[in-house]
């Protein structure tokens, strides 16, 4: 059977049921495919060929045995590399993190190779997930599949791409402030940010914690329902994860909406918003209006904050949670077994653990990561945090609260999932508050702690994919897995695939 490579889980866990491919085929399928086009893509930090072989066989053996684990039992998954996955490196696109190997697994990829999934191998991101474009990797910039002269967005711009372009079967992202779904929308995939709380954070690099989810980037609706199902569900790991019970994603799908009434933010439309963009989320709307759906015009009057709430925060959390990469547990360091490590021309400068520190930092942090740690330190500082921090906190529950009001006439939001499709690599490199505004619809949602995923919903005239983004109340991803498998039945946009 030719390009396997090309099958959604659903698909693939069908034929494997069936007995018409095995995991091992599969797997070889979707090296091949990284074979041919990753040089022009640069989706990978690293790729696990042989533990992927080796788990497939084992799959297969269980399989045989009639002990098949679950449905994504022998599938193919990419992971960011910002997942701690044991014995596997994990750099966070960091050169702090270049040569660390993890003594342990996170939760959300202990449940997927517990479910009997293959990893594939570890996707590119912004360092430490800061950025909207894959640039801010210390080891390369992904290319978006669809255009290899523009960016995949970010930061989970390599599970993006690896998901576009078939390098992959599915893939597991973060988002902290749009890292799932804006790389989502400019590559032409689903990408599910789920509440808060509900899929758990132990063992993925911390950005910022308050704000950090993980979920599914897939082929589609359904795909993103089937790895939702596996890695939701409370953690003794992560206190923060949510004791409420996790639905079976799957049975939302295909279920009757006409009783359902979407809002349009007024806030999230308008002024810089490219009018491709604008076109493609209103025909979006009127293919809901047409299945019969209220549509109706809402405000979130505070969400104009939510950009400048958000970095603060982001700062003043990154700050915190850099500390720990100090050169001297893990990771670049300028001490190994307890002797400094100076070259001559640095041994002037290395006499003791400050400068330990700040040489193992200076050389193994990138500029986006300095910049926020500094910002962070400045609004932590005494004499700022009450006018910086304290505010952000304040205004963070504005935005929070203005979202439960609004959720008390609507089901869901329909809003664009980001201004633009996707910009030219280096574009807004030498800009970081250009870059910043990339995420301006995605950035709200994540001090709210509600559930958003993008999903494909058409195409520029440069043959450029743009996402919608549905936006549901706390633990309301059952009503976006309704409204987005319903879309997806009368749209064709997810089927499209990049030529390379
Ligand atoms: N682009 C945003 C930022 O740089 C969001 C990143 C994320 O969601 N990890 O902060």
């Not at 270049?98 to 479910?115: C, G, H, I, M, R």
């Not at 998901?163 to 973060?174: E, F, K, Q």
């Not at 950090?212 to 939701?232: F, H, R």
Request: charged share 25%; proline share 4%; glycine share 8%.
């Amino acid at each position: 059977m030719k390009h396997l490579y090309k099958l959604t889980i659903k698909e693939a866990s069908d034929k494997l049921y069936r007995g018409e491919i095995t995991s091992v085929e599969l797997v070889n399928s979707v090296m091949e495919r990284i074979e041919q086009i990753e040089d022009k893509v640069g989706a990978y930090i690293t790729v696990t060929r042989e533990l992927a072989l080796e788990q497939a066989k084992k799959s297969d053996e269980r399989r045989k045995k009639g002990r098949v684990l679950s449905p994504i039992d022998g599938i193919p998954i990419a992971v960011k590399d910002l997942f701690n996955t044991k014995g596997v490196r994990t750099t966070a696109a960091s050169k702090i993190l270049d040569d660390f190997v993890p003594q342990y697994e996170s939760t959300a990829t202990k449940k997927l190779w517990d479910a009997g999934a293959v990893l594939v191998g570890k996707t590119n991101l912004d360092q430490f997930a800061m950025g909207s474009s894959t640039e801010t990797s210390a080891f390369k910039t992904t290319k978006n599949p669809w255009d290899l002269s523009r960016v995949p967005g970010g930061s989970s711009g390599g599970s993006a791409a690896a998901v576009a372009a078939d390098m992959c079967i599915a893939a597991l992202g973060t988002d902290t402030g749009g890292s799932i779904r804006q790389p989502a929308s400019l590559c032409g995939i689903v990408g599910l940010k789920p509440t808060y709380g509900r899929v758990s954070r132990y063992g993925v690099n911390a950005m910022a914690s308050s704000l950090d989810t993980i979920g599914p980037m897939t082929k589609t609706v359904e795909d993103a329902a089937i790895l939702l199902n596996i890695i939701a569900g409370q953690d003794k790991y992560d206190s923060t994860t949510l004791a409420t019970k996790v639905p079976n994603y799957l049975s939302s799908l295909g279920q009757d909406i006409k009783d359902l009434t979407i809002g349009i933010p007024k806030e999230f439309y308008g002024k810089g918003m490219d009018s491709e963009v604008d076109m493609i989320v209103k025909n979006a709307i009127n293919i809901f209006k047409e299945r019969g759906i209220k549509v109706v015009e809402v405000s979130l009057p505070s969400v104009k904050y939510a950009l400048d709430v958000y970095y603060i925060i982001v700062w003043a959390e990154v700050a915190s949670n850099m500390a720990r990469y100090d050169g001297i547990r893990y990771g670049h360091s300028k001490i190994k077994n307890q002797k400094l490590v100076s070259s001559k021309s640095e041994g002037s400068k290395i006499k003791n653990l400050e400068d330990v520190y700040i040489t193992s930092r200076t050389e193994g942090l990138g500029d986006e990561v300095k910049r926020r740690v500094m910002l962070g330190n400045y609004v932590l500082s005494s004499g700022y945090y009450d006018a910086y921090y304290k505010k952000a906190q304040q205004v963070r529950n504005l935005v929070k609260q203005d979202f439960e009001k609004v959720f008390k006439n609507v089901d869901i939001l329909l809003t664009p999932v980001s201004p633009t499709a996707a910009f030219k690599i280096a574009e807004k490199t030498d800009n970081p508050l250009q870059m910043y505004l990339s995420d301006i619809h995605t950035v709200p949602i994540n001090p709210a702690g509600v559930p958003a995923m993008s999903i494909p919903a058409g195409f520029t005239k440069n043959n450029l994919p743009v996402g919608i983004q549905l936006i549901a109340p706390q633990c309301g991803e059952e009503t976006i897995f309704k409204l987005a498998s319903a879309f997806e039945k009368v749209t064709d946009f997810h089927k499209q695939r990049p030529n390379l």
